[in-house]
């Protein structure tokens, strides 16, 4: 009780005579709170979720997982929210390749290959991306060229799951024909 604030609740639950209800009810919310900012803690200490931190802000059920989505599109998007794609930031993780040299083999940029690079700035998947921005643009009336990269990629990852897991799983399909 101490921990969450609570102590004066519980000590003075017989004097002030509260509902039941009403002690529940602030003990939920300070617990929520509580785990809320745990959960921020933790996301600041792990390094690996770089992209997920700048993406996620609030602590709620993301709207792809209520969406309607194949497992493939789904777990695409998990896995690029997350870090887990491989991509060559995380591939070089794995081999201890130092973090400058974990390059985007998929274009000529000499850019570390990480989510961002993949979704807004790797030549190689350019006619993809005006599709996927022009698609987005005519259906949801919002021009993301506009925007600044950050707020690009947070509306990617945020609103347009389904386009965006197809984008995706599209640029697989031309990196495991170009890498392998």
Request: positive net charge.
């Amino acid at each position: 009780m101490t921990k969450c604030g609570l102590q004066d609740v519980y000590l003075n639950q017989n004097s002030e005579r509260r509902p039941t209800a009403h002690i529940v009810s602030c003990v939920k919310n300070q617990l929520v709170e509580l785990h809320q900012q745990e959960w921020l803690n933790v996301l600041e200490d792990m390094p690996k979720l770089r992209t997920y931190k700048n993406i996620k802000t609030d602590y709620n059920v993301e709207p792809y997982l209520k969406k309607c989505l194949s497992r493939q599109q789904r777990s695409v998007i998990a896995r690029m929210r997350s870090g887990t794609l491989h991509l060559e930031i995380e591939k070089g993780r794995f081999r201890n390749v130092p973090l400058d040299q974990r390059l985007c083999k998929m274009c000529k940029s000499q850019a570390i290959e990480d989510e961002s690079h993949l979704l807004l700035f790797c030549e190689r998947y350019e006619q993809l991306r005006t599709t996927l921005f022009n698609d987005i643009r005519d259906k949801y009336n919002i021009d993301l060229t506009t925007l600044p990269a950050n707020i690009k990629l947070k509306h990617l990852f945020c609103n347009y799951s389904k386009l965006v897991s197809n984008f995706i799983l599209n640029c697989f399909t031309i990196r495991q024909s170009v890498i392998n």
